[in-house]
């Protein structure tokens, strides 16, 4: 695989379903047996299994706090990680907010940073494309993120759960066009949204991953028909 992927997530949320019953964990040079519960870190386990660690950097390692850093600090720890790659994926779990500002938190710089165009010397890093993938939460659901509306044929994307960053890069094509069903005003642009989404279970099916990726970048390169959000409030 040629691309490379920054994988953004919030290493401890357990609002996910289970994947395995048991892991082994390194532990001060030691494999330990560990019955803990699934994280979304253990996702990523699996994202690198599919596509190869290798082709992966990762984002947020220990749930740390930004508060007491400087923007120009968290900017330094993200600039090499981030713009060695093209593609920029986030993990949406169901409890990847924390109870402090958003801009205390990693997945939100992660995005921002992702979604900049950043001149360093004599190289400028170009904005990545940004591919969402939503994780089933502890009931194995994705129904706390997707509704399926089948009389009127759509999807709700409830993304009022999400980090503003993220919801401010979705249906914010420039282009607007709807069709009406039932009061409410349907996205048919086929690509209404700077970051797409995608089920965990469509994305990990097989090669499929590739398709997601292939459909991230040309959504990138067409970034001129979206309103796109780079700074965080």
């Not at 699996?46 to 740390?64: R, T």
């Not at 923007?71 to 993990?91: N, P």
């Not at 409890?95 to 939100?108: A, F, H, R, T, Y």
């Amino acid at each position: 695989m040629a691309r490379k992927i920054f994988v953004s997530y919030k290493y401890k949320d357990e609002k996910v379903a289970k994947l395995q019953d048991s892991y082994y964990e390194n532990v001060d040079g030691f494999m330990k047996f560990n019955t803990r519960r699934t994280r979304a870190r253990d996702y990523v386990d699996k994202l690198q299994e599919k596509i190869g660690a290798d082709n992966i950097n990762l984002g947020e390692k220990d749930g740390e706090s930004l508060e007491a850093f400087t923007d120009q600090q968290i900017e330094s720890s993200l600039k090499k990680r981030i713009r060695q790659c093209s593609i920029t994926v986030v993990l949406i779990s169901k409890g990847m907010k924390s109870n402090v500002l958003e801009k205390d938190q990693w997945i939100p710089w992660e995005v921002s940073y992702s979604l900049r165009v950043v001149p360093t010397g004599g190289y400028t890093k170009q904005r990545n494309a940004v591919l969402g993938v939503v994780l089933p939460d502890e009931n194995g659901n994705y129904e706390w993120y997707y509704t399926s509306n089948p009389t009127c044929k759509s999807i709700t994307h409830h993304t009022g759960q999400l980090f503003k960053i993220l919801k401010d890069n979705m249906f914010n094509i420039l282009e607007k066009d709807y069709r009406e069903c039932n009061g409410s005003k349907i996205h048919i642009k086929n690509e209404p949204s700077f970051i797409k989404t995608v089920k965990w279970d469509d994305f990990m099916n097989g090669n499929s991953y590739s398709f997601y990726f292939d459909k991230a970048i040309e959504i990138k390169n067409d970034e001129s028909s979206y309103n796109i959000h780079v700074n965080l409030e």
